[in-house]
């Protein structure tokens, strides 16, 4: 069952609020958004918030919960124990996604960023598979990375959004298929088990690396340099920690810093081309529309309209 607002319920259909305003929503006029929608055994909750912040939302929940940061400009979410607690520092996962375990205490925190949204999926491990315990007995929170995941929480995340989305059964076994790919990673996370991925110093180097040269050339042979492998090694290992080629996660960069370009400036889509990375504006456009999902005019376009 799914409601269109806190006093009327329609079922089939998804849940469409906006959550009382944080300080920033306030000062710029544009509250946060939220979207729930119920599946069997799995149930979704998407939230869009404006920056600069802060943003700071108790994530706590009763069953399982998987947070995926779908998409951020200016900067991320951070997942705290408590209020006043933040995240110790560390180096963010590609496709970063955080497990949480039933029951323990989590915030999300976030300032001084332009856009965030991300989706919180909710598992009933009884209902979805019994068999598969893994996600019902962690205890403790995870920090994973798989962008195959990210792009399925994303495909939950458009269904959630729709107003006529009639097909129930489309959204149940994604999300069964959500819950056995986070299975997956859980139990590849366990002690002792050999990924053949990038040891933690090889792959912070290698971002570090990428990080710094982002808009230039980075080959793949300076990267395995890097890392201290060959370059069949190294592209191997680098897809198996991070589930995507360096190529990709190279190309992903460049587009979450073109999009906040795109919102800080009015810079030209040649422009922006150029200074990203890319061959050309054609170039540029390909691959911004195979990422985010839509072509880099429209997306700077709605997302403005969002704050206008």
Same mark, same amino acid.
Not at 176 to 199: D, Q
């Given at each position: 069952?799914?409601?269109?607002?806190?006093?009327?319920?329609?079922?089939?259909?998804?849940?469409?609020?906006?959550?009382?305003?944080?300080?920033?929503?306030?000062?710029?006029?544009?509250?946060?958004?939220?979207? !729930? =929608?119920?599946?069997?055994?799995? /149930? #979704?909750? &998407?939230?869009?918030?404006?920056?600069?912040?802060?943003? $700071?939302? +108790?994530?706590?929940?009763?069953?399982?919960?998987?947070?995926?940061?779908?998409?951020?400009?200016?900067?991320?979410?951070?997942?705290?124990?408590?209020?006043?607690?933040?995240?110790?520092?560390?180096?963010?996962?590609?496709?970063?996604?955080?497990?949480?375990?039933?029951?323990?205490?989590?915030?999300?925190?976030?300032?001084?960023?332009?856009?965030?949204?991300?989706?919180?999926?909710?598992?009933?491990?009884?209902?979805?598979?019994?068999? !598969? =315990?893994?996600?019902?007995?962690? /205890? #403790?929170? &995870?920090?994973?990375?798989?962008?195959?995941?990210?792009? $399925?929480? +994303?495909?939950?995340?458009?269904?959630?959004?729709?107003?006529?989305?009639?097909?129930?059964?489309?959204?149940?076994?994604?999300?069964?298929?959500?819950?056995?790919?986070?299975?997956?990673?859980?139990?590849?996370?366990?002690?002792?088990?050999?990924?053949?991925?990038?040891?933690?110093?090889?792959?912070?180097?290698?971002?570090?690396?990428?990080?710094?040269?982002?808009?230039?050339?980075?080959?793949?042979?300076?990267?395995?340099?890097?890392?201290?492998?060959?370059?069949?090694?190294?592209?191997?290992?680098?897809?198996?920690?991070?589930?995507?080629?360096?190529?990709?996660?190279?190309?992903?960069?460049?587009?979450?810093?073109?999009?906040?370009?795109?919102?800080?400036?009015?810079?030209?889509?040649?422009?922006?081309?150029?200074?990203?990375?890319?061959?050309?504006?054609?170039?540029?456009?390909?691959?911004?529309?195979?990422?985010?999902?839509?072509?880099?005019?429209?997306?700077?376009?709605?997302?403005?309209?969002?704050?206008?």
């Amino acid at each position: 069952m799914t409601i269109w607002s806190e006093t009327y319920e329609k079922p089939g259909a998804r849940s469409c609020r906006e959550p009382p305003p944080a300080p920033f929503a306030e000062a710029i006029g544009v509250p946060p958004r939220q979207y !729930t =929608r119920s599946w069997n055994g799995v /149930r #979704a909750e &998407i939230l869009e918030v404006h920056g600069p912040g802060p943003h $700071l939302v +108790d994530i706590s929940s009763d069953k399982p919960r998987l947070i995926v940061e779908l998409e951020a400009v200016g900067g991320h979410l951070d997942i705290r124990p408590a209020p006043d607690r933040p995240e110790p520092s560390r180096r963010r996962l590609p496709h970063q996604l955080v497990f949480l375990p039933a029951s323990v205490p989590a915030w999300e925190h976030a300032e001084g960023f332009l856009y965030i949204r991300r989706v919180a999926i909710d598992f009933d491990p009884a209902r979805l598979d019994p068999s !598969t =315990r893994i996600v019902a007995q962690r /205890r #403790a929170p &995870i920090r994973l990375s798989s962008a195959h995941l990210c792009s $399925l929480a +994303d495909l939950l995340a458009d269904e959630c959004v729709k107003v006529d989305a009639p097909h129930q059964a489309y959204g149940t076994s994604l999300g069964l298929v959500i819950f056995h790919h986070l299975a997956a990673l859980l139990e590849a996370e366990r002690p002792g088990r050999n990924t053949g991925g990038l040891t933690p110093l090889q792959l912070r180097r290698t971002i570090e690396f990428m990080e710094q040269g982002w808009a230039g050339s980075v080959g793949l042979s300076e990267l395995a340099s890097v890392a201290g492998l060959s370059q069949s090694y190294f592209s191997r290992a680098f897809r198996a920690s991070t589930g995507m080629s360096p190529l990709q996660w190279l190309l992903a960069l460049r587009v979450r810093r073109a999009q906040q370009m795109l919102l800080e400036t009015d810079a030209s889509l040649s422009d922006l081309a150029l200074k990203c990375g890319f061959a050309d504006q054609s170039h540029f456009t390909r691959t911004f529309h195979a990422i985010a999902g839509e072509p880099p005019g429209a997306w700077r376009k709605s997302r403005k309209l969002r704050v206008a």
